[in-house]
Nanobody
């Protein structure tokens, strides 16, 4: 059974950094794309904002980013330990949210990191940035 568990969230001061982890099981990271998202309120998929996606295309690591993540966030993965990371730098109050990872169901990231393309989700980890 495919499963994703997020960790690494917490309280961080403005300008600080955090590295989130998405520990996966039940599938091979080399065969499936994984994305990171965030949600400010609610639980519906519609409210989730896509941040980044990572996949393996014929042995080459491919990454893609959406607006909020470009230039500040980096997605990476540790295949041996089945973990996908999201390194977040220069955090601001606007980054406060619940962060979730999800598996896309195919080996490549979609053209846009849209939550509607991802099928298996973790429960999320909270990131708090005080004003």
């Amino acid at each position: 059974q495919e499963r994703l568990v997020e960790s690494g969230g917490g309280l961080v001061q403005p300008g600080g950094s955090l590295r989130l982890s998405c520990t996966t099981s039940g599938f091979n990271l080399d065969n499936y794309a994984v994305g990171w998202f965030r949600q400010v309120r609610g639980e519906d998929r519609e409210g989730r904002e896509g941040l980044a996606c990572v996949s393996n295309i014929r042995g080459s690591l491919r990454t893609s980013y959406e607006g909020p993540a470009k230039g500040r966030f980096t997605i990476s993965r540790d295949v041996a330990n089945s973990i996908v990371y999201l390194q977040m730098n220069n955090l601001t109050r606007e980054d406060e949210a619940t962060y979730l990872c999800a598996e896309e169901g195919t080996y490549h990231c979609p053209e846009r990191v849209s939550p509607w393309r991802f099928r298996v989700w973790g429960q999320g980890t909270q990131v708090t940035v005080p004003s």
